[in-house]
């Protein structure tokens, strides 16, 4: 089974930009493993940002977006808030089996 | 607004089989694919399996032996079922609805918020 890869932790300044990536052990992550970002605060529920590279949900806030770079998917967030100290995790699929990455816990401060 | 709930027993023998139903209220089941997802205890999340509601499945290939995912359109519910559980299965299980574009799950938007299931004698 592959592996989804994402950085363990990153801290960002208030105000600032971060970018979280996702790898993948079978090569580059293309538009085709659709991927997926989350978000997950301590206690609560999953809540979807970003599906298919770059899609946004309504509730999905204007300061986060998605892209593939570098060979990876990356999600990016310009202008970071208090309330997005966070959990968040990738999801990519193959060939229709979904494989979830470690999670990057982000700090700010 | 389409809510998910989660429901089943919250502690289930190792070796027995663990049975979670997922209430979809505010929207109907037909059209969409179905996921559940679990998260263990101070760990990530993995994905369990999908299901569309006309019944074709993907499951996570390294529970693939124990799980199945049903639809009852009736009911407006899905559920899981996992067997032979063990202590590693003990999570955190959401469910959640998918979307579909062409013939492929895409964009799950709403989830249910957790059911705590603990394996133990």
């Known amino acids: 089974q592959a592996v989804v890869t994402q950085e363990p932790s990153l801290t960002v300044s208030p105000g600032g930009t971060v970018t979280l990536t996702c790898g993948s052990s079978t090569g580059a992550v293309t538009s085709g493993q659709y991927p997926y970002w989350f978000q997950q605060k301590p206690g609560q529920a999953p809540r979807t940002l970003i599906y298919d590279t770059s899609n946004k949900h309504s509730w999905t806030p204007a300061r986060f977006s998605g892209s593939l770079l570098g060979g990876k998917a990356a999600l990016t967030l310009s202008g970071a808030q208090p309330e997005d100290e966070a959990e968040y995790y990738c999801?990519?699929?193959?060939?229709?089996?979904?494989?979830f990455g470690g999670g990057t816990k982000l700090t700010v401060l | 607004q389409v809510q998910l709930q989660e429901s089943g027993p919250g502690l289930v023998k190792p070796s027995e089989t663990l049975s979670l139903t997922c209430t979809v209220s505010g929207g109907s089941i037909n059209s969409y694919y179905w996921t559940w997802i679990r998260q263990p205890p101070g760990k990530g999340l993995e994905w369990i399996g999908y299901m569309y509601y006309s019944g074709s499945t993907s499951y996570n290939p390294s529970l693939n032996s124990r799980v199945t995912i049903s639809v009852d359109t009736s009911m407006n519910q899905f559920s899981l079922k996992l067997n032979s559980v063990t202590a590693a299965d003990t999570a955190v299980y959401y469910c959640?609805?998918?979307?579909?574009?062409?013939?492929?799950?895409?964009?799950?938007?709403?989830w249910g918020q957790g059911t705590q299931v603990t394996v133990s004698s």
């Open positions: 959640a609805r998918v979307g579909r574009k062409g013939s492929r799950p895409s964009n799950i938007d709403f």
């Open positions: 999801l990519l699929s193959y060939s229709g089996a979904w494989v």
